[in-house]
C-alpha cells in the first residue's frame, strides 16, 4: 500500500455469503476509523470486485460508483424465483430444451444498448422510505419504474442448458438479476442468476483485488511497522 490506509482505496474480492457491509465493518474495524464506505453494492450471493474507500478517500466514492462495471456469472433457464437468484425458492416455469444458442443470442442482443430496466423487488432500493426488499419479503407487492441503464456488452460465453454463462459489461445502477428475469420472459420459459462475480470496475480488476483476511493481515502488519 502506497498511501496511510486513513487515505486509502482497497480493492477486495467480497466473499460468498458476505454482505457489502461486512466487508466494510471488517476493514474499518481493522483500521479503528469511522469513515469507511462501498463504492457498489454487491448482493451476498455475488463474489468479486468490491471498491473499500477509507477516510479522505471517502469523498470519491461517487465517482466510482459511476464507473462502468462488467460481471460473469451463469443464468439457468426453465425455472426462476422471486429474487431473480438462489436467494428464494426455485419455481418451474418450463422446459427449456427446444432453445438454441442462436435464439438465446438473438434475446441477448433485445437486452443490449440503451434499455428501460425494471430493478427487482427483492433489491435495496429504496422506496416510502423503505428498502423495498423488506416489503417483498412479507408478500407485499411493490411496483418499481423502469429506470434508464446501458448494456455494452451482453456476451453468451457457454451453453449447456439449462445453463448459459456470459459476460457483461453495464452502466452504473444495472441489475443483472433483472437481466436474468427479461432474457427469461424474452425465451418464455423463465430464468434466474445461479452465481455472479464481478470482474472489473472502471479500470479497477478483479485481478488485483485482495482477499479480504490478507487485507486485514497487511493493514496490522503496516500498522506494526510505524509503531
Not at 416455469?93 to 427446444?98: G, L, M, N, R
Not at 438465446?104 to 423487488?121: E, F, H, M, N, R
Amino acid at each position: 500500500m502506497d498511501q496511510k490506509p486513513y487515505g486509502e482505496v482497497f480493492l477486495i474480492n467480497k466473499p460468498y455469503r458476505w454482505t457489502s457491509f461486512d466487508v466494510v465493518k471488517k476493514i474499518r474495524n481493522t483500521l479503528k476509523i469511522k469513515k469507511v464506505g462501498h463504492a457498489g453494492t454487491l448482493d451476498p450471493l455475488a463474489t468479486g470486485l468490491l471498491i473499500i474507500c477509507a477516510g479522505k478517500k471517502t469523498k470519491s466514492i461517487n465517482d466510482y460508483m459511476g464507473m462502468e462495471k462488467e460481471y460473469t456469472g451463469t443464468f439457468v433457464l426453465g425455472k426462476t424465483t422471486a429474487s431473480f437468484d438462489l436467494e428464494q425458492e426455485i419455481e418451474n416455469v418450463a422446459d427449456p430444451s427446444h432453445l438454441t444458442l442462436e435464439e438465446v443470442k438473438k434475446a441477448s442482443q433485445k437486452l443490449t444498448g440503451d434499455i428501460l430496466q425494471i430493478p427487482p423487488a427483492h433489491s435495496a432500493i429504496k422506496k416510502d422510505g423503505k428498502r423495498v426488499y423488506e416489503s417483498a419479503r412479507k408478500g407485499k407487492e411493490v411496483k418499481l419504474d423502469p429506470r434508464p441503464v446501458k448494456i455494452s456488452l451482453f456476451e453468451i460465453t457457454r451453453f449447456e442448458l439449462p445453463e448459459i454463462d456470459f459476460r457483461i459489461i453495464c452502466s452504473k445502477g444495472t441489475y443483472i438479476r433483472s437481466i436474468a428475469r427479461d432474457i427469461g420472459e424474452i425465451l418464455k420459459v423463465g430464468a434466474y442468476m445461479s452465481a455472479l462475480t464481478r470482474t472489473r470496475i472502471g479500470n479497477f480488476k478483479l485481478d488485483d483485488a485482495n482477499e479480504v483476511m490478507e487485507l486485514v493481515d497487511k493493514i496490522k502488519s503496516e500498522k506494526t511497522q510505524d509503531q
